[in-house]
């Protein structure tokens, strides 16, 4: 099956500072979502984007499906962005794989 | 919407029990997803459902584990008899059109097997 890499696995901010996630995956896609868990344990999507870019407020992402692999930015950081960062993808089964994430820890 | 609802949020049994985690996906959706998290082996898919019908279910651990969705607004997740290791979060997700769209959770079932 897909094998999905994320980096670094851990991270720790200043609050305002800026930051880069990877996202590696092994095959080509149909799918590719972000996801961020906050402390609580909540599970929220923040982007759907097999390729090309996309942005909400601070944050953006792009997909180069060609290449493989996939970035989140995360832009003036908050301490409410704590949490874990997942990408998950999905060939042509449909069925969404995650990765191990990667732990965020932004400080005041 | 009331987003994806998952019951019981919490789950206290004793090993040998029968576990029953229920689910109701956003109305609408047509794929259903039952996922379990531990720190071990992260976020794991066990099965996924497209109109119901089960579509994969390669990452259900072993013959305890089973699932259903008898209508578009119903799953349950079945453990029997549960054991201390099936302790984990699972989680209930669907979406609009599979492998099309934003895959949305609900809250998850914290599982605690004595």
Same mark, same amino acid.
């Given at each position: 099956?897909?094998?999905?890499? +994320?980096?670094p696995?851990?991270l720790?901010?200043q609050?305002g500072?800026?930051?880069?996630?990877?996202?590696n995956f092994?095959d080509?896609?149909?799918n590719? +979502?972000?996801?961020h868990?906050?402390p609580w344990?909540?599970?929220?999507n923040?982007f759907y984007?097999?390729s090309?870019?996309k942005?909400?407020?601070r944050l953006?992402?792009t997909?180069v499906?060609?290449?493989?692999?996939?970035?989140?930015?995360i832009s003036?950081?908050?301490?409410?962005?704590?949490?874990?960062y997942f990408?998950?993808?999905a060939?042509?089964q449909?069925n969404?794989?995650?990765g191990?994430?990667?732990?965020?820890?932004?400080k005041? | 919407?009331?987003?994806?609802?998952?019951?019981p949020r919490h789950?206290?049994?004793?090993m040998?029990q029968?576990?029953?985690?229920?689910?109701?996906p956003?109305s609408?959706?047509?794929?259903?997803?039952?996922y379990?998290?531990?720190?071990?082996?992260?976020l794991e898919?066990?099965?996924?459902?497209n109109?119901?019908?089960p579509?994969?279910?390669?990452g259900?651990?072993?013959d305890?584990?089973?699932?259903?969705?008898?209508?578009a607004?119903f799953?349950?997740l079945?453990i029997?008899?549960s054991?201390?290791?099936d302790?984990?979060?699972?989680?209930c997700?669907?979406s609009g059109i599979i492998g099309n769209?934003?895959?949305?959770?609900?809250?998850?079932?914290q599982?605690?097997?004595?």
């Open positions: 099956g897909i094998q999905v890499e +994320q980096s696995p851990d720790i901010l609050e500072a800026n930051s880069t996630l990877r996202c092994s080509s896609v149909n590719l +979502q972000w996801f868990q906050n344990g909540q599970l929220i923040l984007i097999p090309g870019t942005q909400n407020g953006s992402a997909t499906a060609t290449e493989r692999y996939s970035l989140l930015y003036s950081s908050q301490t409410t962005d704590s949490g874990v990408c998950a993808v060939g042509s449909g969404l794989i995650f191990k994430g990667t732990k965020l820890s932004v005041p | 919407d009331a987003g994806v609802i998952q019951s789950e206290v049994t004793e040998g029968e576990v029953t985690l229920r689910c109701k956003i609408g959706h047509n794929s259903l997803f039952w379990r998290q531990t720190m071990m082996r992260g898919l066990l099965i996924y459902f109109n119901n019908v579509i994969d279910d390669s259900m651990p072993e305890r584990f089973s699932a259903k969705m008898p209508n607004s799953s349950t079945k029997q008899p054991e201390p290791r302790s984990a979060v699972y989680f997700a669907s769209e934003k895959l949305f959770f609900g809250s998850g079932t599982l605690s097997v004595l």
